[in-house]
C-alpha cells in the first residue's frame, strides 16, 4: 500500500470538473484507490458520489491511498489531476 | 362541454390546439415479490442491462444537445454518465438485491442513500439530488420496459404536457408536428421556454398542479400569448388558436410610411437562438443575456468559451449589431460558483452591475477580456451594456475596467476593440441621470419590465399588484419619455429590450415616443415589422404626446383601442 498527501489546486476545489475528472482518471488503474481529507475516512476514490461529498475545497491537502499492482502510476495520475489548474487538462 | 381555462405563463405568443399526450418522467413501481421468489442472478443481469442502454441513452443525448443547442448544455449529461457509473451506487443496488428485491425496487433502495447524501449536503451538492432522481427515473424506466416516448416523433397536432421538460427533451420537438406544450413547472426563462421561442412552439409554462389533471387525449389549446391552457376549448377558440400567423418575414431592413429607418432586433439567451433571429427577419441582437453562459453549471465559462460564444453571434449578423449585456444576477438567480447570498428583496439588493463592480469582479474583468477580444474578431458591430445601473459613479467605474482591460490586451498584444458601450434604463435613477449618464455613453437600452417594476414599486412577482405592473401606465410612459430626450441630448442612441418592445399594439406609440431601435422575442419580429413601414412619424409623435398626457393607463389602453 502507498499513500501520498497532495494540495488541492483547482480553483473549483474537488467539485465539477476536477472532481469528474479525478474519478475518471482513477477508473483508469487496476489499484484500490481511496481519498481521504484530513482527518478523515478515506472514500473510494472511483465514486462520483463520494470525491463530491468530501466538500474539499481548493488550498486543502487530501491523503491519496492506493492498494495494487500499479499504485505508484496511479498515485503519479491522480497527483497530477490535483495539481492542475482547472481548465488545462490535456483532453480539453 | 364548456372550455375551462388555465392560467400559466406564456412563452411565445404563438397559439395552437391539439390533442393532449402526456409526457411521464415518473414510474410507478408494483408491490416487490416475496424474496424467496426473486432470482437474484436475473435481476443482477436486469439491472446491468439497464445501465448498459441507459449509458447509451446517455451518451446519444450527449451528442445531439451537443451538437444542437450548444456543449455547455451537453456537459449537463457527463455528470449523468459519471454517477451511472458510480461504484457507490452501483453498489448499493447490487446489495439491495443480493438482500432478495428485484432490480427495480433495489434501484430505487440504491438510490435513496444517495440523494439523500446529497441532499443533505446542502448548498451545490443538493443540486445534484435531481440529478440522481433523473438517473434512477431513467434506470427504473428501462429496467420495467416501461415505454418512452419518442419526442421526435410525436403526431401532428400533439400538444404536449408534463411536469416540466429539460433541454434535451425540448430540443428533440419539432414544431411542424407538436402543435404545442405546457408544463407544470418552470418560469419565463426556464430552458424549455427559451427553446420554445427559438424553435417557434407555443407554450405556456408554469401553470402548477392543475395541469396534472388534464387527461390524455383531451382537446386543448395552447395561448402562448395570453398564457392560457384552454381545455375542450369552444369552436371560436379552436379556430382563432388553429388560425396560426399569417405575417410576412421581412429579412430586410424595414423603414416608416414616411422613410424613418427603425431598427428591429432581437433578443436572445443562447447562440443556439441566432439562426431563429435571422429567420425573423432580425436586423441585429438588441439584447444578448449572457446569464445562460453562466447558469447551470458548476464553473463559469472561461475567457476562450466566452470569446467562441460572442464571436459566434457577431458572425451571425455581419452586417448588423450585436448587444451584448454584462453578467446581470443576484440573490434571485443562484449559481454555485457565485456567492450571492438570500437577500430579503434581491430586486432591490446586489445585483447586475453592483456585483460586477463588487463581489463578480474577477469574472466581470474575464467577460469584458473575451467581449473586447470579440469586437475584433467577429463580423458584426459589437456592442457592450451594463445592467441595472443607477448612479454615473459606477459607469465611470465600469469604463474605468474597460481601460485597464484594454491596456492589458495591448500589452499582451491580444487583437481587441472597444464596442460601442451602454446601459440598460431599469432604474428611475438612471431615467434623472440620463443626461449625465448619455454624455459617458454610445447609447441607451430600455428594459421595461424592470423599469415599470421599479417606476411602480410594483414586484414582478407579486400577483396582487400584477395590475400595477402595466408598462401602459403613463408613469411608464413618462420614464420612457425622459430617458429618450436625455439620451438625444447626450448624443446617444437608445433602444428598448422589454417585451413591451415585442408587443404590436404598441409599435406606433413606442416610435411616437423616440425609440431608434426596438428589440424582442424573435417570433414577434415580423409583426412589428409590419406595423412600422405603416407607420407616419408625425402621426405617431402626436398619439404618443396624447398617451403622455393620459392620466390613467385605462385612458392610454382606450387610445390604443381607438388608435387600432
Given amino acids: 500500500m502507498m499513500e501520498r498527501t497532495v494540495t488541492i489546486v483547482p480553483e473549483a476545489g474537488l467539485h465539477a470538473r476536477p472532481a469528474s475528472k479525478l474519478v ?34 481548493q488550498g486543502e491537502d487530501v491523503r491519496l491511498i492506493a492498494d495494487g499492482p500499479d499504485a505508484e502510476a496511479a498515485l503519479d495520475a491522480l497527483e497530477e489531476v490535483l495539481s492542475t489548474p482547472e481548465g488545462e487538462y490535456d483532453d480539453e | 362541454m364548456s372550455e375551462r381555462r388555465l392560467e400559466g405563463i406564456g412563452v411565445t405568443p404563438l397559439s395552437g390546439v391539439g390533442t393532449v399526450i402526456w409526457y411521464d418522467q415518473e414510474v410507478e413501481l408494483p408491490e416487490p415479490p416475496a424474496s424467496e421468489n426473486v432470482d437474484a442472478d436475473a435481476e443482477h443481469d436486469r439491472f446491468s442491462n439497464a445501465l448498459g442502454t441507459a449509458r447509451e441513452e446517455l451518451q446519444a443525448e450527449r451528442d445531439r444537445t451537443a451538437e444542437e443547442v450548444g456543449e455547455e448544455e451537453a456537459e449537463i449529461f457527463d455528470a449523468h454518465l459519471q454517477f451511472l457509473n458510480d461504484p457507490q451506487i452501483t453498489g ?33 451538492m443538493a443540486e445534484r439530488a435531481d440529478d440522481l432522481r433523473d438517473i434512477r427515473d431513467r434506470l427504473l424506466r428501462i429496467a420495467t420496459d416501461a415505454e418512452r416516448l419518442d419526442l421526435s416523433a410525436l403526431p401532428e397536432g400533439t400538444i404536449l404536457l408534463a411536469e416540466m421538460l429539460t433541454p434535451s427533451d425540448t430540443a428533440q ?28 412552439i407555443p407554450a405556456v409554462v408554469g401553470v402548477g398542479e392543475q395541469l396534472l389533471e388534464i387527461e390524455a387525449d383531451a382537446e386543448v389549446a395552447v395561448d402562448g400569448e395570453a398564457g392560457e391552457v384552454i381545455v375542450d376549448p369552444s369552436e371560436e377558440t379552436r379556430e382563432r388558436a388553429a388560425e396560426g400567423r399569417d405575417v410576412e418575414i421581412r429579412t430586410e431592413r424595414v423603414e416608416t410610411a414616411d422613410g424613418e429607418p427603425v431598427e428591429v432586433a432581437a433578443n436572445i439567451g443562447t447562440a443556439a437562438e441566432l439562426e431563429g433571429a435571422v429567420a425573423q427577419g432580425a436586423d441585429a441582437v438588441g439584447l444578448f443575456r449572457t446569464e445562460f453562459l453562466f447558469l447551470d453549471r458548476e464553473t463559469p465559462p472561461d475567457e476562450a468559451e466566452q470569446l467562441d460564444t460572442y464571436v459566434e453571434a457577431l458572425d451571425a449578423f455581419p452586417e448588423g449589431r450585436v448587444v451584448v449585456r454584462t453578467l446581470d444576477v443576484g440573490g434571485d438567480k443562484p449559481i454555485p460558483y457565485i456567492d450571492a447570498e438570500e437577500e430579503e428583496n434581491p430586486f432591490l439588493g446586489t445585483r447586475g452591475i453592483r456585483r460586477s463592480l463588487g463581489p463578480d469582479a474577477e469574472l466581470f474583468r474575464t467577460q469584458l477580456r473575451a467581449l473586447l477580444r470579440a469586437g475584433a474578431e467577429g463580423e458584426g458591430d459589437l456592442a457592450v451594456m451594463f445592467p441595472m445601473v443607477a448612479t454615473v459613479e459606477e459607469v465611470e467605474q465600469s469604463l474605468d475596467v474597460i481601460e485597464d482591460v484594454r491596456a492589458e490586451l495591448d500589452n499582451e498584444d491580444v487583437d481587441h476593440e472597444v464596442p460601442e458601450l451602454g446601459v440598460m434604463i431599469e432604474t428611475p435613477a438612471a431615467v434623472f441621470m440620463g443626461e449625465q449618464l448619455a454624455e459617458r455613453l454610445d447609447f441607451f437600452s430600455i428594459g421595461t ?116
Fill in chain 1, 24 to 57: 475518471e482518471t482513477a477508473n483508469e488503474f487496476e489499484s484500490e484507490l481511496q481519498i481521504a481529507t484530513d482527518g478523515a475516512e478515506p472514500v473510494d476514490a472511483r465514486s462520483m458520489l463520494a470525491v463530491s461529498s468530501m466538500a474539499a475545497e
Fill in chain 2, 92 to 124: 448499493a443496488v447490487e446489495d439491495a438485491i443480493d438482500e432478495g428485491l428485484p432490480a427495480d425496487h433495489a434501484i430505487q433502495e440504491g438510490f435513496k442513500g444517495a440523494i439523500e447524501q446529497m441532499e443533505a449536503a446542502g448548498g451545490r
Fill in chain 2, 173 to 200: 420537438l419539432d414544431p411542424e408536428r407538436v402543435a404545442g406544450f405546457a408544463t407544470a413547472k418552470g418560469g419565463r426563462t426556464s430552458h424549455a421556454a427559451i427553446f420554445a421561442r427559438s424553435i417557434g
Fill in chain 2, 449 to 564: 419590465n424592470d423599469l415599470t417594476q421599479y417606476v411602480m414599486a410594483a414586484s414582478r412577482q407579486n400577483e396582487a399588484v400584477s395590475h400595477l405592473h402595466n408598462p401602459r401606465d403613463p408613469a411608464v410612459l413618462r420614464a420612457i419619455d425622459q430617458a429618450v430626450d436625455a439620451a438625444h441630448a447626450g448624443d446617444a442612441w437608445i433602444g428598448m429590450c422589454g417585451e413591451m418592445a415585442g408587443d404590436p399594439e404598441l409599435t406606433e406609440l413606442l416610435l411616437g415616443l423616440g425609440l431608434d431601435e426596438l428589440s424582442m422575442s424573435a417570433v414577434t419580429i415580423p409583426d412589428v415589422k409590419a406595423n412600422i413601414v405603416d407607420i407616419d412619424t408625425e402621426g405617431a409623435r402626436e398619439f404618443a404626446e396624447q398617451a403622455l398626457a393620459a392620466s390613467t393607463k385605462d385612458q392610454v389602453t382606450q387610445m390604443l383601442t381607438d388608435n387600432t
